[in-house]
């Protein structure tokens, strides 16, 4: 009896360890070079949307795409290049890059709801794409939009081409 559980525990805490490291590699934040504490991390804020965005993201409400799924349930996708220019995807308008390593992608209905998943990826089909890290949330003050912050393997903001899903 004592050997099954020490052997469960072990299992436990193995997987625990393998999920840990496979979480942190999917999405990690860029350490900032505002704080200077040992161990800190400091959030990162998105550039405020211009009145222009937020105009033009709502219109894209108002006329579904025309490879629009039904509302019942749908997932979203989008594949930007490293310069911010959108080389296909399903329910989306547009993509945009702000600054280095940011940008705002516009899809054709309100995903403030949905889950938001990204990744480092080329824009072609084949081909091996650079290392680096991603990270996606909601737009801020666009809620058809979605935040995307990419990073090289040293933590540095930089200009990464990525896949984008959004399940809502």
């Known amino acids: 009896m004592g050997r ?19 979480a942190g590699g999917i999405a990690t934040a860029a350490p900032s070079t505002d704080d200077t504490r040992p161990g800190r991390v400091a959030v ?14 709502r219109a894209a409400m ?32 547009s993509a945009l890059r702000l600054t280095t390593g940011q940008y705002q992608v516009i899809f054709d209905h309100d995903v403030s ?15 091996i794409s650079p290392p680096g890290e991603i990270a996606v949330v909601g737009r801020t003050g666009i809620p058809n939009g979605v935040f995307v912050q990419t990073w090289n393997s040293a933590g540095a903001r930089a200009d990464l081409s990525f896949h984008l899903a959004v399940h809502d």
Do not use: D, W, Y
């Not at 108002?62 to 911010?84: C, D, E, Q």
């Not at 938001?116 to 084949?126: A, D, P, R």
């Open 113 to 127: 709801r949905g889950s938001f998943q990204g990744t480092i990826g080329l824009t072609g089909s084949v081909g």
């Open 62 to 93: 108002k006329s579904p795409s025309v490879n629009a799924l039904p509302t019942s349930a749908r997932t979203s996708t989008a594949v930007v290049s490293s310069g911010g220019v959108l080389f296909r995807g399903l329910n989306v308008v």
């Open 4 to 22: 099954i559980s020490r052997r469960r525990a072990g299992l436990a805490a193995v997987g625990a360890l393998a999920l840990s490291l496979l």
């Open 44 to 57: 990162e804020q998105q550039p405020v949307a211009t009145k222009a965005q937020i105009e033009a993201a």
